[in-house]
């Protein structure tokens, strides 16, 4: 907005806006401060209930300021898709745009000089655009699940799926340097067909809006189809790839769940009895079981099916089941197993999964819990529901090897899916070298190294202008 020349970092803000659900809230709020501590003010936008729930987590020891907005939806109707979407594209923006006028010199010298929008909140692309703020994109999960929605023009050219989405061939989905996928698994296929239609829309504007952004900052390691020290491409051959590719400029500067710096935001009140009820189980017995924050109910089928398994199984286990999950389970269980399970609605999975007693991670592959399982390096039941999930679960599987699908939810499967991972002498160690690839110091580094890249480029155009779009070196 007006001469961006001459800003002082300290007089620069950077406004984040985070698709409003745990997982992304978590990492922009991380990346938030990542940004304070390179010097700039950093305000992080969410609808008021959000806001209410993190704000006392957040102001007690963060700088990041936190500003709500309305999504003029009523308190207590159901947040789904489609809700947000609507008040994503409807009512939001026009917030948004107040906001930015209000934030820009409001103080001596502040200039909004970023927006940082969630590719999963991609209005807020446009209201940059309308307010003369360079906007940058933030995608939350694995640079390969970008990849598949960029594919999508080809995809369609290609006979793969109909213009709306729909798989035309039975079988596989293969891009380069991906692991094959099925066509059942493409992120938008979620619900009935009407649903998966509209999921489609949504990501096809996301595509076009995504288009002009110079940056995508990805909450991801480089070299994510690599195996351990296998076909790592190495460094020019990556940047060669990078800047050959048209915008944005992708700067991988994730897992962002490892800076610790900032404790998670969460949105709903920790149990932490589990942490209790876990220092009384053997080292590796216990298999803790959560579904992340944003899936809807599996069915109460196969609530059921995975709560006779585990009961029939006899092993410890801790799982997240929140108040719409509950009605699957069989009458008089909770009583039943209280010697040997603990149920709870919502726990402090970090610390849960950094406790000895965990040996086993039962999850729906969110793209977070992916990375704290990476970080704790415990050994995955995959058992993906929707989205991207499908993505992470072929990388896990597939590619690392640091975890087993699960078919089903019957005693046969969980059993057999434990068998395989305890007869993998070689898991563990695959888990230690993805950790220090990931999370080691030099992954520290490198990804620091390439939000200072990002930055750089930044500070460079609001200098130069919009037009310039320069090609680095930078590590990714
Ligand atoms: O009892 C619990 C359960 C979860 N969590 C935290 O909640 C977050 C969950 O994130 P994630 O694993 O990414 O799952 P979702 O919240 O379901 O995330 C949505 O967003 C992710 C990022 O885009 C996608 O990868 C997922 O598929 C999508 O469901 C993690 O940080 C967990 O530590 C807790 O703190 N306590």
């Not at 907005?1 to 990492?27: D, E, F, W």
């Not at 909004?112 to 309308?130: E, F, G, K, Y």
């Not at 975890?403 to 939810?409: H, P, Q």
């Amino acid at each position: 907005m007006g001469n961006m020349k001459c800003i002082k970092r300290s007089n620069s803000i950077i406004i984040l806006v985070p698709y409003p659900a745990q997982g992304h809230v978590t990492p922009m709020l991380k990346l938030a401060s990542a940004f304070l501590s390179h010097g700039f003010k950093s305000v992080l936008v969410t609808p008021d209930h959000i806001h209410n729930q993190i704000v006392p987590k957040v102001e007690q020891n963060d700088k990041i300021l936190c500003m709500p907005i309305p999504d003029g939806l009523d308190k207590d109707a159901p947040r789904d898709f489609f809700a947000i979407e609507k008040a994503m594209e409807n009512t939001m923006p026009g917030h948004l745009e107040s906001l930015v006028h209000q934030l820009d010199h409001h103080q001596d010298g502040d200039q909004v000089v970023c927006i940082v929008a969630d590719l999963l909140a991609s209005w807020a692309i446009d209201v940059a655009n309308r307010c003369g703020v360079p906007s940058a994109g933030f995608w939350p999960a694995m640079l390969a699940t970008y990849r598949l929605i960029t594919a999508i023009p080809d995809m369609v050219r290609t006979g793969l799926i109909s213009d709306t989405g729909f798989p035309k061939q039975l079988g596989g989905v293969c891009l380069p340097n991906q692991p094959m996928l099925s066509s059942e698994d493409l992120p938008w296929l979620i619900g009935t067909p009407a649903s998966r239609k509209a999921r489609f829309k949504f990501w096809k504007r996301t595509l076009d809006r995504s288009k002009t952004l110079p940056w995508l900052l990805v909450n991801s390691f480089p070299n994510e189809y690599c195996t351990n020290g296998e076909q790592q491409l190495d460094h020019h051959q990556l940047v060669k790839m990078n800047t050959q590719a048209q915008q944005p400029l992708v700067f991988p500067i994730g897992p962002l769940s490892k800076h610790t710096t900032i404790k998670n935001p969460s949105f709903w009140e920790e149990d932490t009895s589990c942490l209790t009820w876990l220092d009384k189980q053997n080292p590796n017995s216990v298999i803790y079981i959560s579904f992340g924050s944003w899936v809807s109910p599996i069915g109460e089928a196969k609530v059921r099916s995975l709560a006779l398994a585990l009961e029939a199984l006899g092993k410890p286990f801790l799982w997240v089941l929140g108040s719409s999950w509950l009605g699957g389970l069989p009458n008089g269980y909770l009583e039943r197993v209280s010697r040997q399970g603990k149920v709870v609605s919502w726990a402090p999975q970090l610390e849960v999964l950094q406790h000895k007693a965990v040996g086993f991670y039962l999850a729906h592959c969110g793209w977070n819990s992916t990375m704290e399982a990476i970080q704790c390096q415990k050994p995955l039941l995959c058992y993906p529901v929707a989205g991207d999930q499908f993505v992470n679960c072929a990388y896990i599987v597939k590619v690392w090897r640091i975890g087993v699908k699960l078919i089903g939810f019957g005693q046969k499967d969980v059993e057999e899916g434990l068998k395989k991972v305890a007869e993998d002498a070689e898991m563990s160690n695959r888990l230690r070298k993805l950790n220090e690839r990931t999370m080691g110091d030099e992954a520290n580094l490198r990804a620091v190294a390439n939000l200072s890249a990002f930055i750089d480029d930044q500070l460079k155009i609001l200098t130069l202008g919009f037009s310039s779009n320069g090609v680095h070196d930078y590590d990714l």
